[in-house]
């Protein structure tokens, strides 16, 4: 496989040339990814995020929900790269002209040892319905989708509640190793990712304002 290379940058987002990933991360030098939450109305009226479940093979956050879609732009690619990414890890094919951009998060990480991650973020939202049978999931990277009522996810991070159950596809049910099925699930507050900033809070309260057709929406 050949090694994989990154755009590299300083910390004002001037391009300065390109690395291999696993420099670009040994060292903490800044990089671009993408990142995309799908959003909808269900068949209720609420208002819904879909959110990827990560494989327990990740090396960051492993199990954890996440952006439906997120990854890194390799050396050389713009928006292309994303609609890449949303491919390879859902089986969907977009369009660059439905995405709607949220801004650039900057945000620095060091889930293991001798790893520090400099990302500009790329965040975009797409309102789209996506059945869930539609999706084939790459089980080394995503362990399930699943669909979250926006205002019971905002009532679980702002600790009114301890959990709810939600619908999703999953690849990591022990009934079915590897195949993938739709059921319900609990959903705690621990399976967010944590964020210093309290990202996931603010995508949910965009979302609602994105789904009520607002204008200006900045992360």
């Given amino acids: 496989m050949a090694e994989e290379y990154l755009d590299i940058y300083n910390s004002k987002g001037v391009h300065l040339g390109k690395e291999l990933r696993k420099v670009v991360h040994q060292k903490g030098m800044w990089h671009k ?16 995020i879909l959110m990827q479940k990560r494989a327990a093979k990740k090396e960051s956050a492993p199990n954890k929900l996440d952006s ?3 990854g890194h732009y ?6 292309s790269g994303g609609i890449r990414e949303f491919k390879e890890e859902t089986g969907i094919d977009i369009d660059s002209k439905d995405l ?7 945000t620095v990480s060091d889930y293991k040892p001798n790893s520090i991650n400099k990302e500009f973020q790329e965040v975009y939202f797409i309102k789209k319905s996506i059945p869930l049978e539609s999706f084939k999931l790459p089980v080394d990277e995503v362990a399930g989708m699943v669909e979250l009522p926006v205002k019971k996810c905002i009532a679980l991070l702002d600790k009114q509640i301890d959990h709810f159950f939600a619908r999703g596809i999953f690849n990591d ?13 609990k959903i705690t507050i621990d399976d967010f990712i944590w964020f210093i900033d309290n990202f996931h809070f603010k995508i949910m309260l965009l979302t609602s304002k994105a789904l009520a057709n607002e204008k200006y929406l900045f992360i």
Avoid: K, Q, Y
Avoid at 100 to 106: A, Q
């Fill in 100 to 106: 709607i951009p949220l801004g650039i998060r900057v």
């Fill in 74 to 79: 390799t050396a050389g690619e713009d928006i």
């Fill in 33 to 48: 990814t993408f990142h995309c939450w799908v959003i909808f109305r269900n068949e209720a009226g609420e208002d819904c």
């Fill in 173 to 185: 049910d022990a009934s079915s190793p590897n195949i993938a099925i739709i059921i319900e699930r």
């Fill in 68 to 70: 439906a879609v997120a």
